[in-house]
């Protein structure tokens, strides 16, 4: 298994920033999940994180929501997920879970922790649980030893910056806007103040997410990042294509594309 | 009540100690409440918590929300005996608030104006908003109009076309509605798209929540502005009667009319407090929203409550011929009520609200909102259980002219 301090270490060595890559599980099918990753991981994502579909996705933007909408459709449950962790940590890459947390809270966090650590899995990104209501999350994890990231965001005081990396292990999550997942034009100029701002509480590594779609946006981000997070340009790829053979190949280009450019700066 | 003279004090707005059941620095109500969402919000709720609580002391605050309640929204609104409709529930007395002669024709607008108030006070010009059935939605319009903010309405793309003419009283009110076409396309739907919306424009924005669900410190502020409701109705049963009710009721969907007027009773332990939720075609037919009754505890729009979810933690559509109680969740005070046994919790199912609408136009000339019947519904079913002596007030949280388009289907008028 292939840990993060692994991934962030090699790539510090490389003087390059990781390449983090975000799929939904079940989407566009349950095995067709896992070849995507697959074929990320073998483009050049050093770090996966599979999406557990959930019904009421309130941070995700209309690409993310669609893929977890027919994920849903075509009867994800978690024991998929974890399935799909299992596949994608068989080809190398750390593998994480992104999930909301009221599926955790449901199937029962020490549960969840455990199944996760079983399946390959080396740890969690929960984007709505506050650092106020982490501490059963972060009992879990640490007992079942995985890592537990939570996101900064440009808005958050350098309190809150304090308070999500001492709830951190693994790396920490900056989202580099304000709004909700989804490729953009351009990556918001408040991201490297943030990270900035973030390091200066933490010695863990700070990637970036949202709005990165591009190869040249993530050579401009892994100028100042550790890692950069792509989603959604791959999930469009995948929704455009006429097949899952041909959506592979496309995610696969894209993911070159983005691999050369965190080895650019 | 005489016209002059303020309805509320600080006391009434926030209680102010007077009672032990403030939710904590986190926003718990027990273990219920807090906040589950992206840390992004995290700054824009401690600044909404930060300037209500604030206001919530200021005496300029409380006579401004106080004038537009007696002005505007057109409070006090009165209690109404309703002897005809009474002889069904055993002979025990029913006294209606009615806060169906608000302005808009729902309790909505008590929440709405304090928000409003509170946008000012935040310094920022726009509102938006959810809406099932679209009084929220048109409340939020109306407040909007009033003070000059700008107004977007959330609204399930299903509920648009259910609700056509609730969105054309929010066009000509000048607000901008929005149907949203994800999920399920309805209520819980135009909750997640508001917060996207609000995650993307905090700086200018307020999220004007209708209400007492969703992350802290929305269930607390929507409750002070709704608990003017109990706190006019508890002083004028006694005047009326000479003494407290047996019982409240009210119906429940998110919990905003039932909190407004349980919460001048909680303290009073003999007053037994009823919620009515929406149990739809039935229990079995698993087309309800029996959130309290039948739901589990779990996280749903930023807050830990009861929810309709499956086993792993999906969210249940729900259920309802109300579009104001079809919601999965509801508000953590009400998990909170329920588990610590203060307040007590019952399905009505469509056909028995639709009864206690159809009784009530007929034997007091009231036409009450499909919401509101389930609670009479319940009054009628607890009067037989309390027997004649007993008095209930029931909260007639609107009126039933938006529902017209149902009871006309439903009764083949």
Same mark, same amino acid.
């Given at each position: 298994m292939t840990t993060l301090q692994t991934v962030f270490a090699k790539a510090k060595a490389d003087n390059r920033a990781a390449l983090v890559g975000y799929l939904p599980a079940g989407f566009p099918s349950k095995d067709g999940a896992i070849a995507a990753a697959a074929a990320l991981v073998e483009a050049g994502c050093d770090v996966i994180e599979i999406g557990l579909p959930y019904s009421d996705p309130l941070m995700d933007g209309p690409t993310i929501q669609d893929a977890v909408h027919r994920s849903l459709s075509n009867g994800t449950r978690i024991a998929d997920v974890m399935r799909t962790v299992e596949g994608v940590a068989a080809t190398g890459a750390a593998t994480l879970v992104m999930t909301y947390w009221n599926p955790v809270d449901r199937y029962g966090a020490e549960r969840f922790a455990r199944d996760l650590a079983n399946a390959g899995g080396v740890g969690t990104i929960t984007p709505d649980l506050t650092p106020e209501e982490s501490e059963p999350w972060r009992a879990a994890s640490a007992s079942a030893g995985i890592d537990t990231v939570f996101l900064v965001a440009p808005s958050s005081t350098e309190a809150r910056i304090k308070a999500v990396v001492d709830c951190c292990t693994g790396f920490v999550y900056a989202a580099s806007l304000m709004g909700v997942t989804g490729a953009r034009e351009t990556v918001n100029v408040a991201a490297e103040g943030l990270v900035k701002r973030t390091r200066e509480h933490t010695g863990l590594p700070v990637c970036v997410g949202l709005g990165v779609g591009t190869g040249a946006q993530a050579a401009e981000v892994a100028t100042y990042a550790d890692g950069v997070i792509v989603g959604s340009a791959f999930i469009r790829r995948l929704l455009d294509a006429p097949d899952e053979a041909a959506g592979r190949e496309s995610v696969a280009a894209l993911a070159r594309d983005m691999a050369q450019g965190v080895r650019r700066s | 009540m005489a016209n002059e003279g303020s309805i509320l004090t600080a006391a009434d707005l926030a209680g102010n100690g007077v009672r032990g059941d403030d939710p904590d620095? #986190?926003?718990?109500?027990g273990i219920f409440g807090g906040r589950y969402v992206p840390e992004a919000l995290i700054p824009a709720l401690d600044e909404v918590a930060a300037v209500y609580e604030k206001a919530k002391h200021d005496a300029e605050f409380i006579r401004e929300f106080d004038h537009l309640l007696r002005t505007y929204a057109g409070r006090p609104t009165t209690l109404t005996d309703v002897p005809r409709f009474s002889e069904q529930a055993g002979g025990a007395r029913i006294v209606l608030k009615r806060e169906d002669l608000t302005h808009t024709g729902a309790h909505k607008i008590n929440n709405v104006l304090g928000q409003a108030l509170l946008t000012k006070r935040l310094g920022k010009k726009r509102v938006i908003a959810e809406t099932g059935a679209g009084q929220h939605g048109v409340a939020t319009a109306t407040a909007a109009a009033l003070l000059g903010l700008e107004c977007v309405i959330y609204m399930g793309a299903v509920d648009c076309e259910r609700q056509a003419l609730n969105v054309a009283r929010m066009k000509l009110l000048g607000a901008t509605v929005v149907p949203v076409t994800n999920g399920s396309q309805t209520l819980k739907d135009a909750i997640n798209e508001a917060f996207r919306d609000w995650v993307t424009n905090v700086d200018s924005t307020h999220y004007l929540f209708g209400t007492v669900a969703g992350p802290h410190p929305f269930p607390e502020i929507v409750r002070d502005f709704a608990r003017v409701i109990g706190v006019e109705a508890r002083r004028q049963i006694l005047e009326l009667t000479g003494r407290l009710p047996d019982a409240v009721c009210a119906a429940v969907g998110g919990g905003s009319n039932a909190i407004g007027v349980f919460h001048a009773f909680i303290?009073?332990?003999?007053v037994r407090l009823h919620g009515y939720e929406a149990a739809g075609h039935g229990l079995e037919s698993g087309e #309800? %929203? !029996?959130? !309290?009754? %039948?739901g589990s505890v779990g996280v749903l729009h930023g807050s830990r409550t009861y929810v309709l979810q499956d086993d792993e933690g999906q969210t249940i559509e729900s259920h309802s011929i109300s579009a104001g109680l079809d919601y999965p969740g509801v508000g953590p005070e009400h998990a909170w009520l329920k588990d610590s046994g203060r307040a007590t919790y019952r399905g009505v199912t469509d056909d028995e609200a639709m009864a206690a609408f159809s009784l009530l136009a007929r034997t007091e000339g009231i036409i009450p909102a499909i919401e509101s019947s389930h609670a009479l519904a319940g009054a009628l079913e607890l009067g037989r259980e309390l027997g004649p002596e007993a008095i209930i007030l029931v909260? !007639?949280?609107?009126?039933g002219d938006k529902d017209m388009g149902t009871a006309m289907k439903y009764f083949n008028l």
């Amino acid at each position: 298994m292939t840990t993060l301090q692994t991934v962030f270490a090699k790539a510090k060595a490389d003087n390059r920033a990781a390449l983090v890559g975000y799929l939904p599980a079940g989407f566009p099918s349950k095995d067709g999940a896992i070849a995507a990753a697959a074929a990320l991981v073998e483009a050049g994502c050093d770090v996966i994180e599979i999406g557990l579909p959930y019904s009421d996705p309130l941070m995700d933007g209309p690409t993310i929501q669609d893929a977890v909408h027919r994920s849903l459709s075509n009867g994800t449950r978690i024991a998929d997920v974890m399935r799909t962790v299992e596949g994608v940590a068989a080809t190398g890459a750390a593998t994480l879970v992104m999930t909301y947390w009221n599926p955790v809270d449901r199937y029962g966090a020490e549960r969840f922790a455990r199944d996760l650590a079983n399946a390959g899995g080396v740890g969690t990104i929960t984007p709505d649980l506050t650092p106020e209501e982490s501490e059963p999350w972060r009992a879990a994890s640490a007992s079942a030893g995985i890592d537990t990231v939570f996101l900064v965001a440009p808005s958050s005081t350098e309190a809150r910056i304090k308070a999500v990396v001492d709830c951190c292990t693994g790396f920490v999550y900056a989202a580099s806007l304000m709004g909700v997942t989804g490729a953009r034009e351009t990556v918001n100029v408040a991201a490297e103040g943030l990270v900035k701002r973030t390091r200066e509480h933490t010695g863990l590594p700070v990637c970036v997410g949202l709005g990165v779609g591009t190869g040249a946006q993530a050579a401009e981000v892994a100028t100042y990042a550790d890692g950069v997070i792509v989603g959604s340009a791959f999930i469009r790829r995948l929704l455009d294509a006429p097949d899952e053979a041909a959506g592979r190949e496309s995610v696969a280009a894209l993911a070159r594309d983005m691999a050369q450019g965190v080895r650019r700066s | 009540m005489a016209n002059e003279g303020s309805i509320l004090t600080a006391a009434d707005l926030a209680g102010n100690g007077v009672r032990g059941d403030d939710p904590d620095v #986190h926003g718990k109500f027990g273990i219920f409440g807090g906040r589950y969402v992206p840390e992004a919000l995290i700054p824009a709720l401690d600044e909404v918590a930060a300037v209500y609580e604030k206001a919530k002391h200021d005496a300029e605050f409380i006579r401004e929300f106080d004038h537009l309640l007696r002005t505007y929204a057109g409070r006090p609104t009165t209690l109404t005996d309703v002897p005809r409709f009474s002889e069904q529930a055993g002979g025990a007395r029913i006294v209606l608030k009615r806060e169906d002669l608000t302005h808009t024709g729902a309790h909505k607008i008590n929440n709405v104006l304090g928000q409003a108030l509170l946008t000012k006070r935040l310094g920022k010009k726009r509102v938006i908003a959810e809406t099932g059935a679209g009084q929220h939605g048109v409340a939020t319009a109306t407040a909007a109009a009033l003070l000059g903010l700008e107004c977007v309405i959330y609204m399930g793309a299903v509920d648009c076309e259910r609700q056509a003419l609730n969105v054309a009283r929010m066009k000509l009110l000048g607000a901008t509605v929005v149907p949203v076409t994800n999920g399920s396309q309805t209520l819980k739907d135009a909750i997640n798209e508001a917060f996207r919306d609000w995650v993307t424009n905090v700086d200018s924005t307020h999220y004007l929540f209708g209400t007492v669900a969703g992350p802290h410190p929305f269930p607390e502020i929507v409750r002070d502005f709704a608990r003017v409701i109990g706190v006019e109705a508890r002083r004028q049963i006694l005047e009326l009667t000479g003494r407290l009710p047996d019982a409240v009721c009210a119906a429940v969907g998110g919990g905003s009319n039932a909190i407004g007027v349980f919460h001048a009773f909680i303290d009073d332990q003999d007053v037994r407090l009823h919620g009515y939720e929406a149990a739809g075609h039935g229990l079995e037919s698993g087309e #309800h %929203a !029996l959130t !309290l009754t %039948a739901g589990s505890v779990g996280v749903l729009h930023g807050s830990r409550t009861y929810v309709l979810q499956d086993d792993e933690g999906q969210t249940i559509e729900s259920h309802s011929i109300s579009a104001g109680l079809d919601y999965p969740g509801v508000g953590p005070e009400h998990a909170w009520l329920k588990d610590s046994g203060r307040a007590t919790y019952r399905g009505v199912t469509d056909d028995e609200a639709m009864a206690a609408f159809s009784l009530l136009a007929r034997t007091e000339g009231i036409i009450p909102a499909i919401e509101s019947s389930h609670a009479l519904a319940g009054a009628l079913e607890l009067g037989r259980e309390l027997g004649p002596e007993a008095i209930i007030l029931v909260n !007639l949280s609107g009126r039933g002219d938006k529902d017209m388009g149902t009871a006309m289907k439903y009764f083949n008028l």
